[in-house]
């Protein structure tokens, strides 16, 4: 289980819960951009979309705004958008095609 903390926006921190031991971990790789819905899970990996609040702060990519976090190697990165522009984020979903 990946979970991942908020505060006014921005990702303050991510934590993934070990079975086996029962207990939490600390990711020290974590993106400082506010994430926007749910997950998606696809081949071992979580994405999200980034919320638009980073482009007021000055620090959202404009040509990066998907995060993927590997669940094998417990990283982030960033993912190039497809291109596709709005002003209404609730127009956007990730989803997960079986």
């Given at each position: 289980?990946v979970?991942?903390?908020?505060?006014?926006?921005?990702?303050?921190?991510?934590?993934?819960?070990?079975?086996?031991?029962?207990?939490w971990?600390?990711?020290?790789?974590?993106?400082?951009?506010?994430?926007?819905?749910?997950?998606?899970f696809?081949?071992?990996?979580?994405?999200?979309l980034?919320?638009?609040?980073?482009?007021?702060?000055?620090?959202?990519?404009?040509?990066?705004?998907?995060?993927?976090?590997?669940?094998?190697?417990?990283?982030?990165?960033?993912?190039?958008?497809?291109?596709i522009?709005?002003?209404?984020?609730?127009?956007f979903?990730?989803?997960?095609?079986?």
């Amino acid at each position: 289980m990946v979970c991942t903390l908020q505060n006014t926006g921005k990702c303050i921190g991510t934590v993934v819960h070990n079975l086996g031991t029962d207990s939490w971990r600390k990711i020290s790789s974590f993106p400082q951009y506010p994430i926007y819905g749910k997950p998606v899970f696809v081949h071992g990996f979580l994405h999200w979309l980034l919320s638009p609040l980073g482009q007021y702060y000055g620090e959202l990519p404009v040509d990066q705004t998907i995060v993927s976090f590997d669940v094998c190697k417990e990283n982030f990165q960033l993912l190039p958008h497809p291109g596709i522009r709005s002003k209404n984020i609730e127009e956007f979903r990730l989803i997960e095609c079986n």
